[in-house]
């Protein structure tokens, strides 16, 4: 066995010299307490602990032109499997090649993760335990003034011999572009319009299509940073009515010292009016992107617009970053939620004001190949949050994680 073992690793040594190849993992463990995860408890509900763990090796390939990825992952809540018994749980998280056939033109193929700009609309969604990725086709070219992306995707649910119909909630089709662009040496600006199909619920061989078309630009003014990206939503939902929707986010940053750095933003995502029913669907929807690092820890509106009940939100926020010391950062966010549009509860329109969420996190990178982050967060959420989430805004919400992270190389 130990020869088997050795000439194993003699053979993987090799190889890593005849091309660029590596082992690498990525795990963390991460205790919870949750009282107010979500949604805010009942008075007769108790705490929640837990700890999620998620284990990935990840392999990676170079030679020549060709580039390879292939990504495994094991997810688990501790304890939620009998001791004695085996149950498969590795997933393949990522497994895509590419072909480089110029300096400028990739062309990249198979199960990936797509992040674009911050989260906003596409993102790996790195703290769900699962995370996020895509089946799907990708060109790239990589101009000398910019970077230019084209993907698609289609997908099925079974091997079927006759026919396209697919079972799932994810979407059947995908295609999108992407430009971006640099505007002198410390601006850019990027250009996205995504379609997205999705099957009729009602017959299999109707698919309503999804526009979005979305704009960021950043701007580095001195030691300002300034941020816009406004979005435009229509075509058909998945129930066939026809989509108007909008969506803005706004955002300044002013780096105050070498330690200190303050973000004053705010996103606005427009939502049906409970008053006013004018056959159309005027809800946004945040496509595949990010919840947790965008709107807040305590993840109450991951699912735009479902979480807002389609009345749309209106997010400000007001997020301070403190160098504490090369290795220690600390962060305190605070956000404001409201609803965009009119919400009725039993007749009778809510309050738009749903509540105001702080975040405390503290990230220590103990080394290159280690860090834990720790947070609490509280919702104070008023009686129209507990309509919109559920829960009781007289008890006290709130909830905390340490999380230990190691990304080892192996090889």
Request: charged share 20%; net charge positive; with cysteine.
């Amino acid at each position: 066995m130990k020869k088997l073992l050795l000439i194993f690793s003699g053979l993987l040594v090799s190889f890593s010299c005849l091309a660029q190849f590596s082992i690498s993992g990525d795990i963390f463990v991460r205790p919870e307490f949750r009282h107010g995860y979500r949604r805010m408890p009942f008075a007769d509900e108790k705490p929640a602990g837990l700890v999620n763990q998620r284990t990935r090796l990840v392999l990676d390939f170079k030679k020549d032109n060709i580039t390879t990825k292939v990504s495994f992952q094991d997810t688990r809540i501790w304890g939620q499997q009998e001791q004695r018994t085996q149950v498969p749980s590795f997933d393949l998280h990522e497994a895509w090649v590419q072909i480089a056939f110029t300096d400028s033109f990739l062309i990249r193929a198979g199960r990936q993760e797509l992040r674009y700009e911050n989260q906003r609309f596409f993102a790996i969604n790195d703290w769900n335990v699962a995370g996020q990725k895509h089946d799907a086709l990708l060109l790239k070219y990589l101009g000398k003034k910019g970077e230019f992306h084209l993907g698609a995707a289609f997908n099925q649910d079974q091997n079927r011999l006759f026919g396209t119909d697919f079972g799932l909630s994810n979407y059947k089709t995908l295609q999108y572009l992407w430009y971006q662009t640099r505007l002198g040496s410390r601006s850019r600006i990027s250009f996205m319009g995504v379609a997205d199909g999705y099957q009729s619920l009602y017959n299999p061989e109707i698919l309503y299509v999804r526009g979005t078309w979305n704009t960021f630009l950043e701007l580095r003014p001195g030691r300002f940073v300034l941020s816009f990206n406004p979005a435009y939503q229509h075509g058909k939902n998945r129930q066939g009515l026809e989509i108007n929707a909008g969506y803005f986010m706004g955002s300044a940053s002013v780096k105050l010292n070498e330690k200190i750095i303050t973000t004053l933003g705010v996103e606005w995502f427009t939502g049906n009016d409970g008053l006013n029913d004018n056959h159309k669907d005027n809800a946004f929807d945040a496509l595949y992107g990010a919840g947790h690092s965008l709107l807040g820890c305590m993840d109450y509106f991951t699912q735009i617009p479902a979480h807002a009940k389609g009345a749309g939100l209106i997010n400000p926020y007001f997020k301070t970053q403190f160098q504490i010391s090369p290795k220690i950062r600390g962060d305190a966010n605070i956000h404001f939620f409201s609803l965009q549009n009119n919400y009725l509860d039993q007749g009778q329109v809510i309050n738009k004001f749903l509540g105001t969420e702080v975040d405390l996190i503290v990230n220590y990178h103990f080394n290159e190949i280690t860090q834990i982050l720790a947070g609490y967060s509280v919702m104070f959420g008023t009686e129209s949050m507990a309509v919109i989430r559920g829960g009781s805004k007289d008890e006290f919400a709130h909830w905390g994680m340490i999380m230990l992270r190691i990304r080892p190389k192996f090889l």
